[in-house]
Structures are given as structure tokens and as C-alpha cells.
């Protein structure tokens, strides 16, 4: 393994190995789209002219074993037989998992892992296609080639070589010919003698066609490999000579470099693609940036966030104080035109931060092919909203989550195909990735066409591994008991597999997408799937909050969380089942209080509370809270364990003035509204969720919390 003894080097291989995780990404899509229709010449040109960057760029950044494995393949994909192999996608798959592991390998600067199966693959795949009968024929007609050429010809035939003529037909798209035709005598040159070229050597002759009469000892099918130049060569022709002046009529038929392929719809794994247009590509006008700047950036808008509502609350000071004051005007001009650069300033850098959805969709096509031979299943995957997009953090850790839905759905949801035959569906099990924003969150659902979620089956395995008593089931709503599932060490698996039975899976989902601040849930249809519904704020940084007091202390949720804002009286909630409900439109609203009831007023009336309703999926909460305070643009600041001894905040921010807001972990208190009611503790209504403990570990956050 090559070594990096300098930045410029270790910067080039970091640049490289980003880079081959995207072309292997395309290998991996070009390999599935083979697999649905063999043969597509169009496609396995697509796949060589991956494997030729991968190996360029590998190369350049000193991986060398890497460059000649993928060189052995870029040769063996350019022999005619051999590219039109069925066995070309697997090998394939193959080769973009053995670049993968080696890549990780150089990453850790560990020992490579062996190729020795792909290279096996790559010479059976090569032999197949030197094994066919060559198609070369040979005649007598004269060629053009001067009498020094001729001459040098009979010298090669009497070193027992033989003479052919190859014609390089040059790709439209290549820009600059003269340097096309420099590559590839210089790649001929490795194999074969070059006696002549049409144009000459050195001409400044701006053609489309290049002619090379060379003498080798070799086939012409590995010559006519080596013209293969993506994006150089659209196609060549080879030609033998059966003696000095003299050759054949009929070309030898090597692989084009670009072939016309028989149109045919994209396989469903595939997003929709348009077709590669035959005009020249504009350059690409990227800048890659290290995600850290403009991490460091966003942070700094942040700043001047909390500086501006420090300047808004001097500016209202002064009002205030000054309400005729001739520079009031002149101040809240000044502050108008503040806030909104700012806010252009803020949403330009999450632009920068956000990504398609389209990159993360590229793992699961892969993904879904190989665990659904695992199982024994056919399944299609239906992919939508590629084009949405993410914050690039947000992107990355919801890869993890997303694939252990998607391994559950094809183990666990979708059935055999008789089982599927059997109910009266189709062979094919379909699996669907929507992604969508909905006000300001991310929105992915994860569905599936199978048998749905068994209740019964769910709150049975629970009570059989003591995650719940028979009388805590029974109890238990639809909603309930799907969300046993989430458990840890829930399984529903009869035996333990490679896939699932393991019980390690939907509690790490939930966990992950509680860290994010999200949230995630379930419904299921018997006998017509289950769909996963994830819900995750657009950024971790920045946020529009909703202000209120809980016991004089000041507290904020996400703006886009609050479906509803009501009013009542301590005497307008019920007890129901040990938990507090209220009636609000005719609908029951289960409500969750944060802190102590407010003692009773002195004249004996009740005192009116604000109910903020929380939407969670098709369920709704309500928080009860003392007051509002209002909206205000929030910068999120994490708070580590020792400021905060509980999961019920999930971080804090500081306004203008200078107090200090703590941000409630929305998930986490409807989950621990959840397990109180399931276990039903008694006197929990009048009980507090943000206990003494808890508040007196919030005490130092004033001291800890930064700007």
C-alpha cells in the first residue's frame, strides 16, 4: 500500500476516497440496472467507463492495487464476448464490494482484503471472451501506406508478427482530437509496434477518424481492448493484413465505446433519469468544502442572530424611553434592513449545508436486491421525492435508521411469493421511500405492501419477554401496543438470521431519530403493509420557537410542533384513567402537565391556564403551560449531562436580554407520557414530569450556557 508522506497528498487521497464512494455508488445502480436487462450494451459502456475513472483516480492517489484491479476489469468489460456475458452484472456487484472494503482499507491505512474472488471472476470473464472465434477475415486489397511502412511491415511479418490496421473512430464529444490521438497511440503503443498513423504522427489535422498499422504477436481482441477509451473512442475497428501492402475488407467487430441500446423503461429500483444527450456536457461548476467551514459559518450566523435580538431589545429600550426621539426612526430602519440581510445570510448557508435525499436513496437499491435473495423474496423498490432536499448532518444519521426499516420491512413485512400468491398478490413485494417536507420539518415514510403488523402477535411476544404483564397488554390500545415494537430486545423473528431475530434494530431507530429531535411511529393495515413515518426538523442549528413560563421558569418548543393554542380552567380537566384529559371541541385530549397545579387564586376562582396542542401523527397531546411569552428565532446550543440530568431537554438558547431558554425534547416527553400511562402510576395527574431532581440540575444552566 502507498504510502502519503505530505498534506497535499493526504489531501488528495481524502478528495479521492469521496469521490469512489460516488462513482461506486454509480457502479453499484449501472451493475442492478444490467441485472434487469442483460445484454444492454448502452449500460455495460456506462459500467466500463466507471471502473476507467475509478482506476485513473486511483492511480493518482497512490492506491495502485486498486488501479490494477480495476484496470484487469476496464479490460476485460472491452472484449466484445465478454461484455455481452450475463455474468457481467455479478461480476460487477461483485467488484464494487471488493473496491469498497479495499477502499476502507486504505482509509485506516489497514492491511487490503483479498481480491483473489473478483480477480478470478474478471479471468473467467476475460477467457469467455477470448475463447470466441475471432471474426477477423483477411483479404487482398491494397491499402495506402507508404513504401517505408510497407517495408517495415515485411520486417515485422519475418519476426513472426502480424500486421493489422486499426480505425479509431473518435468520440463527438471529445474536445480536443490531436491530444485523443496522442492517448491512444500511447496506449497501443504498451501492446503492439506502431509502424504508421493516418494523420501522421505530430499533424495538426483536426479528424474524426484515426488509422494505426501496427505489428504485434497478440489476438486482436485484447488490441482492440486496449483502444477503448471512454469518452476518447466512440468506436474500432481492427483490421489484419494477409501481406505487405494488403488487408482486409471486413472489420474486425470490436465493442464501441458508444453504442445506440434499444430503449427499455428503468427498472423500479431506478429513479427517473434523462437520457445522456449527445452534445457535449457543460463543466461542472462545483466547489467541494469541507463540511466543518461551513459548520463554523453557521455558527457565526447564530451569533448575529442572538446580536440582533440584543440590538432589538436596546432599540425597544430606547423607544421606550425616547418615544419622540428623531432617531427612533432612523434605528428601526436600520434594524428592518439588519433582519432581513440576516435572514437571507442565514438561509444561503443551510442552503449550502443541504443535499438531495438522492444520495442517500443510492445505497438502497443495492440494499434491497441482496436482502431480498437473503430471504428468498422478490421485491421492487418504488423511490420518490429524490429530489428533496436535507441538511447534510441530518442526511448522514438518518442512513442508519433508515436501513434498519428497510431490512425489517423485506425480513419481516413483505411475505413469500406464495404466501403472496396464495392471498391473491402479486409475486413482486414493493417496498416505497417518500421524502417531503411539511412545514418546517423532513418528512420519510417507509412502506410496504405485506401482511402489516399482527396486534396480537406483538403484545404476545411482549408479555413472552417480560417487556410488559398480560394485564399492562390488555390494557393497551391498537397504538400501544405498535409501539412495543420500539422496545429494546423486541423481536418478533421465530429464529435468529443474518437479516432479523436478534432484537436489535427499531429501538436504535427510535433512539437515533429521538437524538435528532424527531420522532418517528407506526400504523399498520392487516393483510396491506405497515408504513414508518419519520419526522425530523429541516436543521439541528436554528429554529422558530414558541415562548412560554412553566412555574416562572421560561421554556420553548418548535414553532412548527404547536398545532393549536387554547385557553381553560383547572376546572374545565377530568380525570380518566389516572391521566388528565379535556374536552376541547367535543374531542377528548389527553393533556400532559409539566409542573405543579398553581395554587388556588384568593378569591377562590379558578385560574386560567394556556393548552398547548402537540400533534403526534394522527394523535394529539396537549401541554399545559402558566404563559405564553411569545415567538422568537432560536440558536440551538447543546447542553452536555452535567448542566442537564435529564432527556426531557434537548438543549438551550439565549435571547437578547441576556435570560436563558431551555428547549423541551418534545419525543422524549410524549414518551414518558406514554410509559406513565401504560404503567399507570398512580397520582400521576397532579404529579410533574419535570421532577425536583431534574429542576435542580437545570439550576446551573445559566452559568454553563455560552453565547
Same mark, same amino acid.
Given at each position: 500500500?502507498?504510502?502519503?508522506?505530505?498534506?497535499?497528498? $493526504?489531501?488528495?487521497?481524502?478528495?479521492?476516497?469521496?469521490?469512489?464512494?460516488?462513482?461506486?455508488?454509480?457502479?453499484?445502480?449501472? #451493475?442492478?440496472?444490467?441485472?434487469?436487462?442483460?445484454? @444492454?450494451?448502452?449500460?455495460?459502456?456506462?459500467?466500463?467507463?466507471?471502473?476507467?475513472?475509478?482506476?485513473?483516480?486511483?492511480?493518482?492517489?497512490?492506491?495502485?492495487?486498486?488501479?490494477?484491479? #480495476?484496470?484487469?476489469?476496464? @479490460?476485460?468489460? $472491452?472484449?466484445? #464476448?465478454?461484455?455481452?456475458?450475463?455474468?457481467?452484472?455479478?461480476?460487477?456487484?461483485?467488484?464494487?464490494?471488493?473496491?469498497?472494503?479495499?477502499?476502507?482499507?486504505?482509509?485506516?491505512?489497514?492491511?487490503?482484503?483479498?481480491? @483473489?474472488?473478483?480477480? /478470478?471472476?474478471?479471468?473467467?470473464?476475460?477467457?469467455?471472451?477470448?475463447?470466441?472465434?475471432?471474426?477477423?477475415?483477411?483479404?487482398?486489397?491494397?491499402?495506402?501506406?507508404?513504401?517505408?511502412?510497407?517495408?517495415?511491415?515485411?520486417?515485422?511479418?519475418?519476426?513472426?508478427?502480424?500486421?493489422?490496421?486499426?480505425?479509431?473512430?473518435?468520440?463527438?464529444?471529445?474536445?480536443?482530437?490531436?491530444? #485523443?490521438?496522442?492517448?491512444?497511440?500511447?496506449?497501443?503503443?504498451?501492446?503492439?509496434?506502431?509502424?504508421?498513423?493516418?494523420?501522421?504522427?505530430?499533424?495538426?489535422?483536426?479528424?474524426?477518424?484515426?488509422?494505426?498499422?501496427?505489428?504485434?504477436?497478440?489476438?486482436? /481482441?485484447?488490441?482492440?481492448?486496449?483502444?477503448?477509451?471512454?469518452?476518447?473512442?466512440?468506436?474500432?475497428?481492427?483490421?489484419?493484413?494477409?501481406?505487405?501492402?494488403?488487408?482486409?475488407?471486413?472489420?474486425?467487430?470490436?465493442?464501441?465505446?458508444?453504442?445506440?441500446?434499444?430503449?427499455?423503461?428503468?427498472?423500479?429500483?431506478?429513479?427517473?433519469?434523462?437520457?445522456?444527450?449527445?452534445?457535449?456536457?457543460?463543466?461542472?461548476?462545483?466547489?467541494?468544502?469541507?463540511?466543518?467551514?461551513?459548520?463554523?459559518?453557521?455558527?457565526?450566523?447564530?451569533?448575529?442572530?442572538?446580536?440582533?435580538?440584543?440590538?432589538?431589545?436596546?432599540?425597544?429600550?430606547?423607544?421606550?424611553?425616547?418615544?419622540?426621539?428623531?432617531?427612533?426612526?432612523?434605528?428601526?430602519?436600520?434594524?428592518?434592513?439588519?433582519?432581513?440581510?440576516?435572514?437571507?445570510?442565514?438561509?444561503?448557508?443551510?442552503?449550502?449545508?443541504?443535499?438531495?435525499?438522492?444520495?442517500?436513496?443510492?445505497?438502497?437499491?443495492?440494499?434491497?436486491? @441482496?436482502?431480498?435473495?437473503?430471504?428468498?423474496?422478490?421485491?421492487?423498490?418504488?423511490?420518490?421525492?429524490?429530489?428533496?432536499?436535507?441538511?447534510?448532518?441530518?442526511?448522514?444519521?438518518?442512513?442508519?435508521?433508515?436501513?434498519?426499516?428497510?431490512?425489517?420491512?423485506?425480513?419481516?413485512?413483505?411475505?413469500?411469493?406464495? /404466501?403472496?400468491?396464495?392471498?391473491?398478490?402479486?409475486?413482486?413485494?414493493?417496498?416505497?421511500?417518500?421524502?417531503?417536507?411539511?412545514?418546517?420539518?423532513?418528512?420519510?415514510?417507509?412502506?410496504?405492501?405485506?401482511?402489516?403488523?399482527?396486534?396480537?402477535?406483538?403484545?404476545?411476544?411482549?408479555?413472552?419477554?417480560?417487556?410488559?404483564?398480560?394485564?399492562?397488554?390488555?390494557?393497551?390500545?391498537?397504538?400501544?401496543?405498535?409501539?412495543?415494537?420500539?422496545?429494546?430486545?423486541?423481536?418478533?423473528?421465530?429464529?435468529?438470521?443474518?437479516?432479523?431475530?436478534?432484537?436489535?434494530?427499531?429501538?436504535?431507530?427510535?433512539?437515533?431519530?429521538?437524538?435528532?429531535?424527531?420522532?418517528?411511529?407506526?400504523?399498520?393495515?392487516?393483510?396491506?403493509?405497515?408504513?414508518?413515518?419519520?419526522?425530523?426538523?429541516?436543521?439541528?442549528?436554528?429554529?422558530?420557537?414558541?415562548?412560554?413560563?412553566?412555574?416562572?421558569?421560561?421554556?420553548?418548543?418548535?414553532?412548527?410542533?404547536?398545532?393549536?393554542?387554547?385557553?381553560?380552567?383547572?376546572?374545565?380537566?377530568?380525570?380518566?384513567?389516572?391521566?388528565?384529559?379535556?374536552?376541547?371541541?367535543?374531542?377528548?385530549?389527553?393533556?400532559?402537565?409539566?409542573?405543579?397545579?398553581?395554587?388556588?387564586?384568593?378569591?377562590?376562582?379558578?385560574?386560567?391556564?394556556?393548552?398547548?396542542?402537540?400533534?403526534?401523527?394522527?394523535?394529539?397531546?396537549?401541554?399545559?403551560?402558566?404563559?405564553?411569552?411569545?415567538?422568537?428565532?432560536?440558536?440551538?446550543?447543546?447542553?452536555?449531562?452535567?448542566?442537564?440530568?435529564?432527556?426531557?431537554?434537548?438543549?438551550?438558547?439565549?435571547?437578547?436580554?441576556?435570560?436563558?431558554?431551555?428547549?423541551?425534547?418534545?419525543?422524549?416527553?410524549?414518551?414518558?407520557?406514554?410509559?406513565?400511562?401504560?404503567?399507570?402510576?398512580?397520582?400521576?395527574?397532579?404529579?410533574?414530569?419535570?421532577?425536583?431532581?431534574?429542576?435542580?440540575?437545570?439550576?446551573?444552566?445559566?452559568?454553563?450556557?455560552?453565547?
Amino acid at each position: 500500500m502507498t504510502q502519503f508522506h505530505d498534506d497535499r497528498a $493526504a489531501e488528495l487521497r481524502e478528495l479521492f476516497f469521496e469521490t469512489a464512494q460516488e462513482l461506486l455508488q454509480a457502479l453499484n445502480q449501472e #451493475a442492478l440496472k444490467l441485472e434487469a436487462h442483460p445484454g @444492454d450494451a448502452e449500460t455495460v459502456r456506462c459500467i466500463r467507463r466507471i471502473v476507467h475513472t475509478l482506476k485513473g483516480d486511483a492511480a493518482a492517489a497512490g492506491c495502485q492495487e486498486l488501479s490494477e484491479l #480495476a484496470h484487469a476489469l476496464e @479490460d476485460a468489460l $472491452a472484449l466484445e #464476448a465478454a461484455a455481452l456475458n450475463a455474468s457481467v452484472a455479478e461480476v460487477a456487484l461483485a467488484a464494487a464490494d471488493t473496491f469498497e472494503a479495499m477502499l476502507n482499507a486504505y482509509r485506516k491505512d489497514a492491511d487490503l482484503p483479498s481480491a @483473489d474472488g473478483l480477480r /478470478e471472476q474478471i479471468r473467467k470473464l476475460a477467457g469467455d471472451g477470448k475463447t470466441r472465434k475471432s471474426r477477423v477475415k483477411k483479404t487482398d486489397r491494397k491499402a495506402a501506406w507508404t513504401e517505408y511502412e510497407m517495408l517495415a511491415m515485411h520486417a515485422a511479418r519475418k519476426q513472426g508478427k502480424q500486421i493489422y490496421c486499426i480505425t479509431a473512430h473518435l468520440d463527438r464529444q471529445c474536445a480536443m482530437p490531436i491530444a #485523443a490521438r496522442q492517448l491512444l497511440l500511447n496506449a497501443i503503443s504498451e501492446a503492439a509496434e506502431v509502424l504508421g498513423t493516418r494523420p501522421e504522427a505530430g499533424s495538426t489535422e483536426n479528424a474524426s477518424r484515426f488509422q494505426l498499422l501496427i505489428a504485434s504477436g497478440q489476438a486482436p /481482441e485484447p488490441l482492440a481492448a486496449k483502444c477503448q477509451i471512454p469518452t476518447i473512442v466512440s468506436k474500432a475497428e481492427i483490421e489484419a493484413l494477409e501481406d505487405a501492402g494488403q488487408r482486409a475488407t471486413r472489420p474486425h467487430e470490436s465493442i464501441p465505446s458508444k453504442v445506440a441500446a434499444e430503449e427499455r423503461p428503468l427498472p423500479a429500483v431506478e429513479p427517473d433519469r434523462a437520457p445522456a444527450a449527445d452534445h457535449p456536457a457543460p463543466a461542472e461548476n462545483i466547489l467541494r468544502v469541507e463540511a466543518q467551514r461551513i459548520d463554523n459559518v453557521l455558527n457565526l450566523v447564530g451569533e448575529l442572530i442572538i446580536g440582533k435580538s440584543m440590538l432589538q431589545q436596546a432599540l425597544n429600550e430606547f423607544v421606550r424611553q425616547y418615544p419622540r426621539a428623531p432617531l427612533r426612526a432612523r434605528f428601526a430602519d436600520a434594524m428592518a434592513l439588519q433582519a432581513r440581510v440576516l435572514t437571507d445570510l442565514q438561509r444561503s448557508v443551510m442552503k449550502v449545508r443541504m443535499v438531495p435525499v438522492e444520495q442517500l436513496y443510492r445505497r438502497f437499491p443495492r440494499l434491497v436486491r @441482496d436482502v431480498a435473495r437473503q430471504c428468498g423474496k422478490q421485491v421492487d423498490l418504488l423511490l420518490h421525492g429524490e429530489s428533496t432536499d436535507l441538511d447534510k448532518s441530518l442526511l448522514d444519521s438518518i442512513a442508519e435508521p433508515l436501513t434498519h426499516l428497510v431490512r425489517n420491512a423485506i425480513s419481516h413485512g413483505l411475505e413469500s411469493p406464495e /404466501e403472496r400468491a396464495h392471498s391473491g398478490k402479486p409475486a413482486r413485494g414493493t417496498i416505497r421511500l417518500d421524502t417531503y417536507h411539511q412545514a418546517n420539518q423532513f418528512v420519510v415514510e417507509v412502506s410496504d405492501d405485506g401482511r402489516g403488523i399482527d396486534s396480537l402477535k406483538v403484545a404476545a411476544r411482549a408479555v413472552e419477554r417480560g417487556l410488559v404483564t398480560a394485564e399492562e397488554a390488555a390494557r393497551l390500545g391498537e397504538a400501544g401496543i405498535l409501539e412495543l415494537i420500539f422496545r429494546p430486545g423486541f423481536t418478533t423473528a421465530d429464529e435468529v438470521t443474518e437479516i432479523a431475530g436478534r432484537g436489535v434494530g427499531l429501538d436504535v431507530v427510535r433512539s437515533v431519530i429521538q437524538r435528532l429531535k424527531g420522532s418517528v411511529e407506526v400504523t399498520s393495515r392487516p393483510g396491506q403493509g405497515a408504513t414508518f413515518r419519520l419526522q425530523l426538523p429541516l436543521t439541528l442549528a436554528i429554529i422558530k420557537a414558541l415562548l412560554f413560563r412553566i412555574e416562572q421558569r421560561l421554556y420553548a418548543i418548535p414553532l412548527n410542533a404547536v398545532a393549536e393554542i387554547a385557553r381553560a380552567r383547572e376546572t374545565d380537566l377530568h380525570q380518566v384513567d389516572n391521566a388528565e384529559v379535556l374536552q376541547l371541541r367535543n374531542q377528548v385530549l389527553p393533556v400532559i402537565r409539566l409542573g405543579r397545579r398553581a395554587d388556588p387564586r384568593p378569591d377562590h376562582r379558578p385560574g386560567k391556564i394556556f393548552v398547548l396542542v402537540i400533534g403526534a401523527g394522527e394523535r394529539k397531546l396537549g401541554l399545559l403551560v402558566n404563559a405564553i411569552e411569545g415567538e422568537e428565532e432560536l440558536v440551538i446550543k447543546a447542553l452536555d449531562d452535567r448542566t442537564v440530568e435529564t432527556d426531557l431537554v434537548s438543549g438551550a438558547s439565549i435571547l437578547g436580554d441576556g435570560r436563558v431558554v431551555l428547549i423541551l425534547n418534545l419525543a422524549a416527553v410524549m414518551a414518558r407520557f406514554a410509559k406513565a400511562r401504560s404503567n399507570s402510576l398512580e397520582g400521576y395527574s397532579s404529579g410533574m414530569l419535570l421532577s425536583h431532581a431534574e429542576r435542580a440540575g437545570m439550576a446551573a444552566e445559566r452559568r454553563e450556557v455560552q453565547p
